[in-house]
């Protein structure tokens, strides 16, 4: 399988080592807007993200992994490409610990050692990220970022493009609404609301 790699910054780095643990996926090319003309270099395609559409023409299979981690531009690019749901790959490292009854969306990254556990449902083109927890029963919204170390304990539900910072802790059925952010070390023991950032220990607005 022939993939695609959009955005070419630190996060792509990771994203590739996960690609190329998998002998049968094979970087074909990287898409992001700091090229500004088209360039092959080893055998691999560099462009700006207008040029998806040329490599799809060129290639017969071909998927594309969105590599961006600020969660406002992946899903800006992902709704401007609008490509279909089945030219999204799922990259998961060997690493990670996956429980048969979880479900995981349509280009979402799960990075070294993450663990899913049971019928926790994560939506499409998050970021599960290196260490993390997302324990039973969560239900983890499109677009989000659970960052290096987080851990998400019982029956959360994070809202759609919600940050959670490195080494965050949130308690058992807590909700935070859509597009706010935990800070990093954050303790959250209540509900946040939706556009919200909260720090601390416990975790305020």
Request: hydrophobic residues 40%; proline residues 4%; glycine residues 10%.
């Amino acid at each position: 399988m022939n993939i695609v790699i959009i955005g070419n910054g630190g996060h792509s780095k990771v994203v590739k080592d996960i690609i190329l643990s998998n002998k049968n996926l094979h970087i074909v090319g990287y898409l992001d807007d700091k090229f500004e003309d088209y360039l092959i270099e080893d055998e691999t395609f560099y462009g700006p993200i207008s040029a998806y559409q040329f490599l799809i023409d060129k290639f017969d299979e071909i998927k594309f992994i969105t590599a961006i981690g600020h969660n406002p531009t992946r899903k800006q690019i992902v709704n401007k490409m609008n490509l279909e749901e089945d030219l999204y790959m799922t990259p998961i490292h060997p690493s990670a610990i996956i429980s048969p009854s979880a479900r995981i969306g349509k280009g979402t990254v799960i990075m070294a050692n993450a663990v899913i556990n049971a019928d926790a449902v994560i939506g499409d083109h998050v970021i599960v990220n290196t260490g993390s927890i997302i324990e039973h029963d969560n239900r983890v919204n499109d677009f989000t970022h659970v960052s290096p170390n987080a851990t998400l304990a019982g029956c959360v539900q994070l809202g759609e493009g919600v940050h959670i910072g490195a080494g965050a802790t949130l308690i058992p059925n807590v909700k935070i609404g859509d597009w706010s952010t935990i800070g990093a070390g954050a303790t959250v023991i209540n509900s946040i609301p939706a556009n919200t950032t909260a720090v601390g220990i416990p975790a305020k607005s």
